[in-house]
């Protein structure tokens, strides 16, 4: 009797044992993880992302926004202006990156030092839209200037954004191609306003605007808009995203904006960006570009 009792304390005292050890074991295992999860916690959340209205006002940002955040838990607080804005905000400091399409104005930013990771990321293209029975006659224009130029000539509405964004800087260009370096009159309207607001303007006034092709063919459906020009080389709108270069603003959250401009290269991020659109549309609303050399675009 009396051995058996001590074999079954025996037992007992090894079962204590070997759940001891377990339980050891598994917060061993638990403290071992615990450290790479706060590792892949970012420190600061807020990334302040200063872009132009088209990719708001297309949509594209309502895809790969919340994707971001889901893959690498910051958070995104997107302003929307025109490129114009977004880069004196790069300028000053106030953003973390910019995701812009002007690229004679964006190399002033990178050249300066302020902005760096400066990289391609996608394009579409500017169109010239206006009422579908075209009163200016344009649709037969063999270029954009000389598209503008009929306006110009023509007692018809012309709606501009007036803005300083991608799409202001590249009506001006082409308007100064057609050899009229400031366009005004009563017949030259601006709104000071987005894309999709001007677009609006432009439908009720029947008149003629430039847009990108993204957020014509997003907003379409509410439009008395046909498109009357395309095709042209300088009609080319690309797009390209960079970091502020915290060595210029120590408040920058340079980790959060370096993993977006990783995230918007990825080749995952760039088939989604291939891919929107199509499903709605009939066609993608933007080319993917990582990788490729600017100047072959188009």
């Known amino acids: 009797m009396y051995l ?3 074999l079954a304390l025996i037992i007992a005292l090894a079962l204590v ?13 638990q403290a071992r993880k615990e450290p790479q999860q706060q590792a892949a916690e970012p420190e600061v959340k807020d990334v302040i992302l200063a872009t132009t209205t088209s990719t708001v006002d297309s949509g594209l940002l309502d895809v790969l926004v919340p994707e971001f955040e889901k893959q690498t838990g ?6 929307s202006v025109g490129t114009g804005q977004a880069l004196e905000m790069g300028k000053k400091g106030e953003a973390d990156v910019l995701l812009v399409h002007a690229p004679a104005s964006e190399k002033e930013l990178v050249d300066a030092g302020v902005g760096i ?23 037969n224009a063999k270029t954009s200037p000389k598209a503008l130029m009929q306006i ?20 001006l260009s082409i308007w100064k191609a057609a050899g009229i370096e400031k366009p005004s009159g009563a017949w030259y309207q601006s709104t000071g306003a987005g894309m999709g607001q001007t677009l609006q303007v432009a439908s009720e006034k029947q008149g003629y605007t430039l847009t990108d092709r993204a957020t014509y063919l997003a907003q379409k459906a509410n439009l008395k808009l046909a498109v009357l020009k395309e095709g042209d080389k300088s009609l080319l ?9 915290p060595e210029k603003f120590e408040k920058v959250n340079y980790e959060g904006a370096k ?6 290269v990825a080749p995952e991020t760039q088939k989604m960006i291939g891919e929107f659109g199509k499903d709605k549309f009939g066609q993608s609303l933007f080319v993917p570009d990582a990788g490729k050399n600017e100047a072959d675009l188009g």
């Open 74 to 79: 910051y958070k995104v607080k997107t302003i």
């Open 4 to 6: 058996k009792k001590v």
């Open 237 to 245: 709108n690309i797009y390209h995203v960079m970091a502020v270069n």
């Open 17 to 29: 044992a070997a759940f001891a050890a377990g339980c050891g074991g598994q917060a061993a295992d």
């Open 259 to 264: 993993a977006f401009v990783d995230f918007m």
């Open 152 to 171: 110009a000539s023509k007692p018809v509405i012309f709606v501009s954004r007036g803005d300083d964004s991608g799409t202001h800087k590249k009506e």
């Open 117 to 139: 990771d400066y990289t391609l990321v996608m394009h579409n293209d500017f169109i010239i839209v206006g009422p579908e029975n075209d009163p200016a006659g344009i649709k």
